[in-house]
């Protein structure tokens, strides 16, 4: 079965410095993965995508994500961290075939950016 | 106006009772989901929809009923309602016949439930 896995519940980083939040998966086939940001009280943003090609994918709000697939990782990056940044990432991989077609989320990760 | 409309937004709750959320779209998408969200237990799926005719379950469907209205439209019912179905739930719709189609979801702003 498709799996992602987030094993960091929380990212402290301060304003400025770059941030990195970890995704790992476990598929079958080619993955499909996904960015996805929730700020409080809103449902969740897509911001990123990878499906084939570059590794290195940019996204919305200058996020970007390396795909790894030695590693199978697919970690989301940004060179410099805004306190507008701080909201719940959710890391996401697609488990389609016969008769399914879905997203398979994380628990999430809440990154934190301080003054 | 927001693409995907879920009401009510907040709703309270007792024990025993029937709920239901709702969620209409307004992106013409085949594809419908409803989600539930826990804390530490990020997003499990509930139900799924490919269109008016398909309903399949998800992960965690007991205890849950669904039904596609139309095209644009799935109703999420609880029947008897029960404490740890306490939770935030989100609907989301996703669009098959496009070329592009890559699984992307486009999500509700989400339902509070808290049942006492």
């Known amino acids: 079965a498709q799996s992602v896995a987030q094993p960091e519940d929380q990212v402290n980083v301060a304003e400025g410095n770059p941030l990195t939040v970890k995704c790992t998966y476990s598929v079958s086939g080619n993955p499909y993965l996904f960015w996805y940001v929730q700020y409080p009280n809103r449902g969740l943003q897509f911001l990123l995508k990878?499906?084939?090609?570059?590794?290195l994918v940019k996204g919305s709000y200058g996020f970007e994500a390396e795909f790894n697939k030695s590693q199978t990782s697919f970690h989301l990056k940004k060179p410099s961290a805004l306190v507008s940044d701080s909201a719940l990432y959710f890391c996401a991989v697609r488990d389609s075939g016969h008769n399914t077609d879905k997203l398979i989320f994380g628990t999430g990760t809440r990154l934190q950016v301080f003054p | 106006d927001a693409d995907v409309t879920q009401t009510p937004r907040n709703r309270i709750t007792k024990t025993g009772k029937r709920i239901m959320l709702e969620c209409s779209q307004t992106?013409?998408?085949?594809?419908m989901y409803w989600y539930r969200q826990d804390p530490g237990l990020g997003l499990r799926l509930i139900y799924y929809?490919?269109?008016?005719?398909?309903?399949n379950k998800g992960e965690i469907s007991d205890g849950y009923s669904v039904s596609r209205q139309a095209q644009a439209k799935f109703s999420l019912s609880l029947e008897s309602a029960i404490p740890n179905q306490t939770a935030l739930y989100f609907c989301a719709t996703s669009d098959l016949h496009t070329g592009l189609n890559t699984g992307e979801l486009f999500f509700g702003e989400g339902s509070r439930l808290t049942v006492l």
């Open positions: 929809s490919f269109d008016v005719k398909d309903i």
């Open positions: 990878y499906i084939t090609g570059d590794n």
């Open positions: 992106k013409g998408h085949d594809r």
